[in-house]
């Protein structure tokens, strides 16, 4: 349980984080389609007797090259993405055979199975992933903001676009190869969407999504913890219930 | 094989004609995420102890309709994003109910055959269901074929003009529901995807007027089916919806390649 609380608040510190960018860059559907793309890739590896790790980050970085350099509005290029990623999922399961029940646990997840060593990659890759977010951070923010501007003022606008969506897909895959894609993408999505209805000021708005990540990522956890219904419908509830507030409130003082 | 045959070029020429205006309208996220609104729909009925069809279905029209009112295009894709995440949790619940209430074996086998289908295993109902949606669902786009092909290019000009855009997109997103419905329930959440965006895409690179787009996105999710069923049956090993899915992504790589602009 304490390992589970654990990978749990470093997961959603960092997906806070990327997710706001993420959400500010209008890549959800990019986000959703990276955390699908490691399940063939993990199925691959299976079959093929690599460590399911390799499968997982190979197929996450195929995809985020593909995706990087996307136009926003191009999302018939996602979607074929996805549907050949998923395809090949199944291809290769069926090959494998047995891994039937693997399939639920890598789209739902097994958080409270979590071990020591789980934690401890979770946190090595959530530092990584937050300090080059800490690095890129502020050109990343005025090239998702107004990339014209940002490549007249010398910003290297193409970089920055492939570099997030890599950092995306390699830590979505990190993470919800031990949590479960479910998981990973409600709290990169759900708490950045909340808090950028609230306020539009970057770091405010930053420091809410993160406070929304854990404080329903804590909840969803104690809720779960006495239930027999999983941890991802608690966090998922938790988060959209928080979406909703945000929106009725910001539709209130409109 | 008959079955899979019909039923498949039925959902795959509405899933064609669907497709080409959610790629024109940006919008293949809403359709993959009410594809999965119908697999938790799905699972939410056969938790309840319904028809899985009638939870399917009822779901997927249901919420279309309700991001039509929210406003995709105004409310974006984390809107889209977080609903879909909730209606993935509530999946993960109704999973829980149904194989510790339902099915008993608790394996989860029955989220696997909703995600992902089974176009060989359908019966005589399943192939008049697939017909009636899809002669449904292809009939009320084309009628609103015009007007929908303006809002969706041009808004701002439509709305001058008289056009209902905010009827359209609800009208159309409820469309949209109900073709997702239909293919998950019938083939799987994952041949949906494949159909709605690849030939689409591929259609808009070659055909020189919208409507030529229209007819050709139908016609080479049509073939996809066609060879992809083919291909599944002179190698078993390959399932039939990975085989369609490759046909109709080699077609959308053809067609970026070979009418790259």
């Known amino acids: 349980m304490v390992d589970a609380y654990a990978a749990g608040t470093a997961v959603a510190i960092t997906s806070a984080v990327l997710g706001w960018f993420m959400v500010l860059r209008r890549q959800t559907f990019t986000g959703h389609t990276l955390a699908m793309v490691g399940f063939p890739g993990a199925a691959a590896a299976a079959l093929a007797g690599v460590p399911i790790a390799a499968g997982y980050f190979g197929a996450c970085t195929l995809g985020a090259l593909a995706l990087g350099g996307r136009r926003l509005r191009d999302t018939a290029a996602t979607g074929t993405l996805q549907a050949v990623a998923l395809g090949l999922g199944v291809l290769f399961v069926g090959l494998y055979h047995g891994l039937l029940t693997d399939v639920t646990s890598l789209l739902f997840g097994t958080f409270l199975g979590i071990t020591d060593g789980d934690v401890a990659a979770i946190a090595a890759v959530s530092v990584v992933t937050l300090a080059l977010l800490a690095a890129a951070g502020r050109q990343l923010l005025f090239a998702s903001l107004d990339g014209e501007a940002a490549r007249a003022a010398g910003v290297r606008v193409e970089l920055l676009s492939y570099g997030f969506v890599l950092l995306l897909g390699l830590s979505v895959a990190a993470t919800s190869q031990l949590t479960g894609a479910l998981l990973v993408f409600a709290l990169l999505v759900a708490p950045p969407a909340t808090a950028q209805q609230v306020t539009a000021r970057p770091v405010p708005s930053l420091a809410l999504s993160v406070a929304l990540a854990l404080g329903v990522t804590w909840g969803g956890l104690a809720l779960a913890y006495d239930s027999v219904y999983p941890v991802g419908f608690y966090v998922t509830s938790l988060a959209f219930a928080a979406y909703v507030v945000a929106r009725a409130w910001r539709w209130a003082n409109a | ?261």
Do not use: K
């Not at chain 2, 009822?58 to 994003?81: F, H, M, Q």
């Not at chain 2, 007819?215 to 089916?225: D, I, K, Y």
């Not at chain 2, 790589?253 to 790259?260: D, K, T």
């Open chain 2, 1 to 261: 094989m008959l079955e899979a045959f019909v039923a498949g070029t039925a959902i795959a020429a509405a899933c064609g004609v669907v497709g080409a205006f959610l790629v024109l309208r940006a919008q293949v996220f809403a359709g993959d995420a009410l594809s999965h609104v119908a697999f938790t729909g799905g699972l939410a009925a056969a938790a309840g102890g319904v028809d899985v069809r009638f939870g399917v279905f009822a779901a997927s029209v249901v919420v279309a309709v309700g991001l039509g009112v929210l406003g995709t295009r105004r409310a974006g894709d984390a809107a889209i994003g977080t609903m879909f995440a909730w209606v993935l949790g509530l999946g993960a619940l109704f999973l829980a109910l149904f194989t510790t209430h339902r099915s008993g074996d608790g394996n989860g086998a029955a989220a696997v055959r909703v995600l992902f289908g089974s176009i060989l295993g359908l019966t005589r109902s399943d192939v008049w269901l697939a017909l009636a949606v899809s002669a449904a669902a292809v009939a009320v786009v084309l009628v609103l074929a015009r007007p929908l092909l303006l809002a969706s290019l041009d808004p701002q000009l439509a709305r001058a003009l008289g056009v209902p855009v905010r009827a359209l997109e609800i009208a159309f997103l409820a469309v949209v529901g109900a073709v997702a419905a239909e293919a998950t329930q019938a083939v799987g959440a994952l041949l949906l995807l494949g159909l709605v965006a690849a030939p689409a895409a591929a259609a808009f690179r070659i055909a020189r007027s919208p409507y030529a787009a229209l007819g050709l996105s139908a016609a080479f999710a049509t073939l996809a089916v066609w060879l992809g069923l083919a291909l599944a049956d002179a190698e078993p090993r390959i399932p039939p919806s990975t085989a369609i899915v490759s046909v109709a992504a080699a077609a959308f790589v053809a067609a970026q390649v070979r009418f790259a602009r």
